[in-house]
């Protein structure tokens, strides 16, 4: 029977959380009737995920691939990595803390054996348990992203999605050193079908999403798939200098056709203070850009293998 499913999960520092996911997949897709896999990318655990792995590997209840990574190169290096060992006809996307349930792919796979106008379905959140401030800063961060971008973002989909082989071959041809999978997803297109679930709280460990690589992440997202900004800093440009011509212009007239000083010690250190933070948010914007071009143009890999445990060289 032809592999039909590979499951990609992400590791890191879940040691907790592996065994409980793997006994919940096998409880969820018991009779499902085709063949699926797991493959579990270990992102640099500093914690016993690595040996909990190699654990479920040796045991085998269900075909098993570990892919280790030699550090940590984050959430969508690991992704990466998992799509690139993955043989199935589809492709799901899951954490393994158990906050996405794994008996909702089961439905993924249906939906795209139903309807084959899809090519991917992603789940969204129906109900958020964030905080409101939070939730008020990732719906600022998804107002600003589709008023900068191109392309749409749907602010409540999350990475938690099936899709099928010729959505990750595309998503594979894509190169980039600082990746946001939102943005991949919705610039390559294909049709999307979405559907809600209830995120269940974490079987076990916490969250590895601080509020500062949020806000790293938002900062990739906006960076990766928009050149607003940098029209936005030449737009300041321009309307600053405009600004400090007008004054000049209205100095030089009250010193010549009135004969006034115009004192203006705290107006200058005003416009001082003003012009520079200008220039200083500006030149962020460009080293923003700057930054990533040098680090692309060093072609360095996105992410090393340490080791590969593959089922089929068991």
Not at 96 to 124: F, H, K, T, W
Not at 265 to 292: D, F, K, N, S, W
Request: aromatic share 14%.
């Amino acid at each position: 029977m032809d592999l039909k499913l590979s499951m990609v999960v992400p590791c890191y520092n879940e040691a907790l959380s592996v065994v409980p996911f793997l006994e919940t997949v096998l409880a969820a897709f018991e009779g499902c009737g085709y063949e699926y896999e797991l493959i579990f990318v270990n992102d640099g655990s500093t914690d016993a995920t690595g040996h909990q792995l190699r654990k479920l590997y040796e045991d085998q209840t269900c075909p098993i691939k570990v892919v280790e990574l030699s550090r940590n190169f984050g959430k969508e290096a690991a992704i990466y990595a998992g799509l690139r060992h993955a043989d199935g006809a589809y492709i799901s996307l899951i954490d393994a803390d158990l906050q996405q349930p794994p008996a909702l792919v089961r439905e993924m796979v249906d939906i795209l054996d139903c309807n084959r106008s899809y090519d991917v379905v992603a789940a969204y959140q129906d109900k958020r348990k964030e905080s409101k401030l939070l939730t008020f800063f990732k719906n600022s961060f998804y107002k600003t992203i589709n008023l900068l971008s191109d392309v749409h973002f749907r602010h409540d989909a999350s990475d938690f999605r099936t899709f099928r082989r010729s959505v990750a071959e595309s998503i594979l041809t894509i190169g980039e050193y600082h990746r946001f999978s939102k943005g991949i997803f919705s610039w390559i297109g294909y049709e999307t079908s979405y559907i809600p679930y209830v995120a269940a709280p974490r079987v076990g460990g916490r969250s590895k999403w601080s509020f500062r690589k949020l806000f790293g992440y938002a900062i990739d997202g906006i960076v990766g798939f928009s050149i607003k900004p940098l029209r936005i800093a030449t737009f300041l440009g321009c309307v600053t200098s405009f600004a400090a011509f007008l004054y000049l212009v209205s100095v030089f007239l009250e010193k010549i056709f009135r004969g006034i000083d115009v004192p203006g010690y705290a107006t200058q250190i005003i416009l001082i203070l003003l012009l520079g933070g200008i220039q200083l948010l500006c030149i962020g914007i460009i080293g923003e850009y700057v930054g990533r071009i040098f680090e692309q143009s060093k072609r360095r890999p996105i992410y090393i293998e340490k080791d590969v445990l593959d089922y089929h060289k068991k």
